[in-house]
Structures are given as structure tokens and as C-alpha cells.
């Protein structure tokens, strides 16, 4: 599974983006789809995640209330909006994914994870 992450960019400080990550010629809706990131100097972190289903989401505790995960499984896309966005959000963003039978799962380690995009920049100047 080929992954293409995009929409990253520069923002300022409270502003929004949102990122997108898609596939080609393979349904994403077998994956629960995950969304890391790497600041500069620091190690991946985890961001968010949601379920096949789309019923479940979790989301990394800086984050929460300012980011939201959505999927859209009919256009093979899953999003990351991201709102009151901060310096400290600066980082290259990921997304991933991982193949599950479970509809309901997420789950919030690297290694969990099957597959990975490439990744787009986003840098929020204060």
C-alpha cells in the first residue's frame, strides 16, 4: 500500500490546516489509519487514529480538542484537521496505515503500523 500524505504548509500561529492522505488502486477501508509526526531534532510521535469503522478515534493529549481525524472510505481518503494551530505542532506529519479485522480498533504505536507516507510539512510561525 502506497500512501500520499498532503497539505501541510506554513500557518500562523491559531490558524487551520487540513491534511489529507490517500492510495491508489487500494482501499484503504481494511485499515485502521494512523497520523504521527516528527519535529525537528525529536523523535515520531503519535498524533491520531481511526478505526475502519470510523467509529472509534483516539488522539495524542496535546492535540485533543484542536485536532480532528476523519475518514471518507467512498473517496479512499482519511483527514486531519487541524485547528488552533500552535509553534510547538511544527513538524513533518505522517500518516499511516494498518491492516485490521477488527472495525472498531485504533491503536496509537509506530509499530502497529503496516504502512507509511512520505510526508507533508507543517510549519506554524508564532
Known amino acids: 500500500v502506497q500512501l500520499q500524505a498532503s497539505g501541510g504548509g506554513l500557518v500562523q500561529a491559531g490558524g487551520s490546516l487540513e491534511l489529507s492522505c490517500t492510495t491508489s488502486?487500494?482501499?484503504?477501508?481494511?485499515?485502521?489509519m494512523g497520523w504521527f509526526r516528527q519535529a525537528p531534532g525529536k523523535e515520531r510521535e503519535f498524533v491520531a487514529a481511526?478505526?475502519?469503522?470510523?467509529?472509534?478515534?483516539y488522539y495524542q493529549g496535546s492535540v485533543k480538542g484542536r485536532f480532528t481525524v476523519s475518514r471518507d472510505i467512498a473517496e479512499n481518503t482519511v483527514f486531519l484537521q487541524m485547528n488552533g494551530l500552535k509553534p510547538e505542532d511544527t513538524a513533518v506529519y505522517y500518516c499511516?496505515?494498518?491492516?485490521?479485522?477488527?472495525?472498531?480498533?485504533?491503536?496509537?504505536?509506530?509499530?502497529?503500523?503496516?504502512?507509511w507516507g512520505q510526508g507533508t510539512l507543517v510549519t506554524v510561525s508564532s
Open positions: 481511526i478505526s475502519r469503522s470510523g467509529r472509534s478515534t
Open positions: 488502486g487500494r482501499t484503504l477501508s481494511t485499515y485502521t
Open positions: 499511516a496505515a494498518k491492516y485490521t479485522r477488527d472495525v472498531d480498533s485504533v491503536y496509537q504505536r509506530s509499530y502497529n503500523y503496516d504502512y
